[in-house]
């Protein structure tokens, strides 16, 4: 076997969808994140520094600073270059009204789309379909009808396939 990688799978929206386990578990904690958080330091708790100082890349890009992030990793109080920046802090209050494209729905990652970053192009065509779905551009469209051919399918190109319907809806903010 040549990826030796676990993959989680699930039916959202009558759609097979699979995921890479660690993503899938990221995505979850992210999710109960947004949905638990009371300050940022819970979101950092709930997720981690990592994604957290992701998230601060990502502000700053939106704001087309990213070349002030060096000095934020140095500990650096960006406001002495930006009089009226202010970024999240660990004692802050949460809230997703900083999280760049939350209120459009392109925040998350989103696996049915993300499946293109792992999946091996040679078996784009076997497995699925690429389906236009409004803001989202595309989703990759696995019929359910089809699941055992394409758990077979994946575990033969190196892949273990774990269904898990639970993880899904949670790395898909539906649990």
């Given at each position: 076997?040549?990826?030796?990688?676990?993959?989680?799978?699930?039916?959202?929206?009558n759609n097979l969808v699979f995921?890479?386990?660690?993503?899938?578990?990221?995505?979850?904690?992210?999710?109960?994140?947004?949905?638990?958080?009371?300050?940022?330091?819970?979101?950092?708790?709930?997720?981690?520094?990592?994604?957290?100082?992701?998230?601060?890349?990502?502000?700053?890009?939106?704001?087309?600073?990213?070349?002030?992030?060096?000095?934020?990793?140095?500990?650096?109080?960006?406001?002495?270059?930006?009089?009226?920046?202010?970024?999240?802090?660990?004692?802050?209050?949460?809230?997703?009204?900083?999280?760049?494209?939350?209120?459009?729905?392109?925040?998350?990652?989103?696996?049915?789309?993300?499946?293109?970053?792992?999946?091996?192009?040679?078996?784009?065509?076997?497995?699925?379909?690429?389906?236009?779905?409004?803001?989202?551009?595309?989703?990759?469209?696995?019929?359910?009808?089809?699941?055992?051919?394409?758990?077979?399918?994946?575990?033969?190109?190196?892949?273990?396939?774990?269904?898990?319907?639970?993880?899904?809806?949670?790395?898909?903010?539906?649990?």
């Amino acid at each position: 076997m040549q990826n030796q990688s676990i993959l989680i799978y699930g039916n959202i929206d009558n759609n097979l969808v699979f995921c890479p386990e660690a993503e899938a578990v990221a995505l979850a904690r992210r999710w109960y994140a947004i949905r638990n958080a009371t300050t940022w330091q819970d979101f950092i708790d709930f997720t981690s520094e990592e994604v957290f100082n992701q998230l601060i890349y990502e502000i700053l890009e939106a704001l087309e600073l990213v070349d002030l992030y060096p000095n934020y990793l140095m500990g650096e109080d960006l406001s002495s270059y930006i009089t009226d920046l202010h970024l999240p802090q660990p004692e802050d209050p949460f809230t997703t009204d900083v999280l760049p494209g939350f209120d459009e729905g392109s925040y998350m990652p989103i696996p049915a789309q993300e499946i293109i970053s792992w999946l091996p192009e040679e078996l784009h065509d076997n497995l699925g379909q690429f389906d236009h779905h409004g803001v989202f551009e595309f989703v990759y469209r696995i019929d359910p009808a089809n699941e055992s051919m394409v758990v077979q399918s994946l575990e033969a190109a190196g892949f273990m396939c774990k269904k898990d319907q639970a993880l899904m809806e949670q790395a898909h903010g539906l649990a």
